[in-house]
């Protein structure tokens, strides 16, 4: 069965940095887009970034754009979200995403920007 799972959360301080990775199974990564969201406490889940299956497109929420980095490694079934200069207000869990029909959905990855 599909499987993803989350990992590199934690507590940073302001202007630090964070790489998430997910890590995938049990459908054929390389033929997959695959998408970042997060959720805050109190608000929606939102969408962080999106990678088509290849790697070769990518896109980012303003919010984001400029300082998170997303990328993929189809030899490892995993898509990498990477962090940087990070906000109080990226604090949330963090979700990685499959494509495929509805979507499926890892567990969450928390992520606190703290001083």
């Known amino acids: 069965q599909v499987q993803l799972v989350e990992s590199g959360g934690g507590l940073v301080q302001p202007g630090g940095s964070l790489r998430l990775s997910c890590v995938a199974s049990?459908?054929?990564?390389?033929?997959?887009?695959m998408s970042w969201y997060r959720q805050a406490p109190g608000k929606e889940r939102e969408l962080v970034a999106r990678?088509?299956?290849?790697?070769?497109?990518?896109n980012y929420a303003d919010s984001v754009k400029g300082r998170f980095t997303i990328s993929r490694d189809n030899a490892k079934n995993t898509v990498v979200l990477q962090m940087n200069s990070l906000k109080p207000e990226d604090t949330a869990v963090y979700y990685c995403?499959?494509?495929?029909?509805?979507?499926?959905w890892g567990q969450g990855t928390r992520v606190t920007v703290s001083s």
């Open positions: 990678i088509n299956n290849s790697g070769s497109w990518t």
């Open positions: 049990g459908f054929t990564f390389s033929n997959t887009a």
């Open positions: 995403k499959a494509i495929i029909g509805s979507g499926y």
